[in-house]
């Protein structure tokens, strides 16, 4: 069950869905359908309007793409040993509920969860050094338009918060950073259109340093040490 990956598919928003990135994997539909050794996109269409609970056994890493643009998954639940995020992994999944909580996560990659408009929290992202960008995606950030996100922990081991990370995440009011010293901000829109009440918390003994740092400067009244 540690390695197991379970999705909630309603197809009262659409009767199929596709994933992404699990060649070979064994996959339980939840209707009572599986198959063995996926191919590398595998798409089910279910015969019956319900909420079914898709299971991808044994993922250790969350590929490329591998749940992009399906609206019709409204909650995952994921194993704590996920040490890699692909790019566009859970991007534009607006129905999808979770908080990203990956206490082994060493590499995040970009736009991850780009337009994920019910995550609620992000609680873990384990050890990673950066949060990326890639411009030939265009100017979208890697929690962009994450409309009901509250809260965001922000590892110690963070080095660099990419362009627009958290743009119009129009709910944060937290966020809470562990990093002694202040990551590097590609530019000041990384926090743009957040909750016109957020603050940041920064490790005690490193309010000033984060304060006068470059591109957080500009959130420097709203900082506080913990």
């Not at 743009?167 to 937290?174: M, N, V």
Request: proline residues 4%; contains cysteine; negative net charge.
């Amino acid at each position: 069950p540690h390695t197991q990956t379970v999705l909630t598919v309603d197809t009262s928003i659409s009767n199929s869905v596709t994933l992404r990135g699990c060649a070979g994997k064994r996959i339980s539909w939840g209707d009572g359908h599986h198959e063995e050794g996926a191919g590398a996109s595998t798409t089910h269409t279910y015969g019956e309007t319900g909420e079914y609970q898709v299971v991808i056994h044994d993922i250790g890493a969350i590929p490329d793409s591998f749940i992009q643009n399906q609206t019709n998954v409204t909650s995952a639940t994921l194993p704590p040993s996920i040490t890699h995020v692909g790019i566009f992994a859970f991007a534009n999944c607006q129905n999808l509920e979770m908080e990203v909580n990956f206490p082994n996560l060493d590499t995040l990659g970009y736009n991850a969860f780009t337009g994920c408009g019910k995550i609620t929290r992000v609680v873990s992202l384990g050890q990673i050094t950066s949060i990326s960008f890639n411009s030939a995606t265009g100017s979208i950030g890697m929690f962009e338009g994450c409309a009901s996100l509250v809260e965001v922990n922000l590892p110690a081991t963070l080095v660099s918060i990419d362009r627009n990370a958290f743009r119009y995440c129009a709910a944060l009011t937290t966020v809470t950073l562990y990093a002694a010293t202040p990551p590097s901000l590609n530019n000041t829109n990384a926090f743009q259109s957040n909750a016109a009440n957020r603050k940041f918390y920064v490790p005690s003994g490193c309010l000033s340093a984060y304060q006068s740092a470059a591109g957080w400067s500009l959130y420097a009244e709203s900082m506080i040490e913990f």
